[in-house]
């Protein structure tokens, strides 16, 4: 079982940065690939990024990449995402999510482990 707290929200104008937190309960974090999803008004839940479990693999959506940087901190048992040269496109709730077994990198909306979100709104 992994439950997943997320904080660092918030609101910033345009070209602006916000850094998420992901805070994670248990002793098998560092066995978790890990990930951040981000869901705005109207619209389905996407993948931002994901971590692989040791972080030497990391994975990005096109329209973050380059401004996003995903990390984590397995001895913190912490997930981060690091968020610059904001857009308003970029207002959205942001999960932090977990695969639903170790070692996995297998997402699916069912079989995650979610965190509760964190809004995230970009003024222009």
């Known amino acids: 079982q992994v439950q997943l707290v997320e904080s660092g929200g918030g609101l910033v104008q345009a070209g602006g940065s916000l850094r998420l937190s992901c805070a994670a309960s248990g002793r098998t974090f560092s066995r978790y690939t890990m990930g951040w999803f981000r869901q705005a008004p109207g619209k389905e839940r996407e993948f931002v990024a994901a971590?692989?479990?040791?972080?030497?693999?990391?994975y990005y959506a096109d329209s973050v990449k380059g401004r996003f940087t995903i990390s984590r901190d397995n001895v913190k048992n912490t997930l981060y995402l690091q968020m610059s040269s904001l857009k308003p496109e970029d207002t959205a709730v942001y999960y932090c999510a977990a695969p639903g077994a170790p070692y996995s990198s297998s997402w699916t909306e069912a079989g995650n482990y979610w965190g509760q979100g964190t809004q995230v709104t970009v003024s222009s």
């Open positions: 971590i692989s479990w040791r972080g030497g693999g990391t």
